[in-house]
């Protein structure tokens, strides 16, 4: 555990307050984010909830209609986009137009930390679909990895100048990332996002994955419990940085890119083997498609250099 220091609680009081100066996530689309897409009645409350927001339902039928979508006739209503995207689909986009609301890039840094978000997302969208042995709910992970780096979202509109020194000090695993947060503010990206969370009333599962996605796990872990969330978001956070990501990755030979995620991925987070390398590297050509449609959806564009992976930085 990195030693946070006497001026931890003073530093992480007067960020929190920053919180307040956030806009506020409107009500409609923090209700949309507490609905469960396994309900029998999902659709229809989100139907109701989205009619009470004519902007946000124009957007979402824009984007059924979008190329990457394809429908075969225009998309004119909620529900006909509902039903062509999808309850998980459906709610992946209402969770990344929700803090789209409030985050909206700037910078080279702000893109890039939107660009990450987005992979983590679908990554993490993707192990919990393929391994059914986690007993997660692929949109919750997907929410879940969305949002697991908001603490740092937080950071760049109130302290970018501190927030550049730690994008620039070379990290290139979770553990430095969060070693450098210590050194420049005194506190963790994950503790103020989980007062982010609580500020906009996420769900309260969803807060706490936010605060422990950094946390040590252990070998074994219920299915479908936090453990379980924040294991399957802890690889997705490094499957970012070492393929989804960075340069070279993809014209790698299998056993390599198997032997990196393994080592990479896996072996720090884990030693259980609910999910195999194998199925890591399965996922990545479809998670770097998924991420960069959704982040064209989303009108951003890929315009960062990529960061370097653990493996490339240590040869």
Known sequence: MTDLGPDHTEALKQMEAKIDELPVLPQVLVRLLQL????EDYFESFEGLAKEDPAFAVRVIALANSATSSPVSPIETIREAMARMGATRIGALVASL???KVFMPTEDGQVRLWIHSIYAAVAAEAIAGRCT??????????LAGLLHDIGRFV?????????????????????ELVAADVEVYKFTHSELGYLACQRWS???ELAQS???????LGDEFEPGSLDALNYCI??????CMNALECDGFETLDADQRVRILDAECLAPVSKSRIVTPEMLDAIVPFAKRDGGELLSNLGFAEIVAPRPAAWAANG
């Open 202 to 204: 996420l769900p309260e």
């Open 155 to 175: 950071m760049l509109e109130h302290a970018a100048p501190s927030l550049k020194a730690v994008d620039e000090s070379n990290w290139t695993t979770p553990e």
């Open 210 to 216: 936010v605060r422990d996605h950094h946390s040590a």
């Open 98 to 100: 929700a803090v789209q």
């Open 234 to 239: 802890q690889l997705a956070d490094r499957m």
């Open 36 to 39: 469960e897409p396994t309900a």
């Open 133 to 142: 042995a986690l007993g997660l709910d692929p949109g919750k992970a997907y």
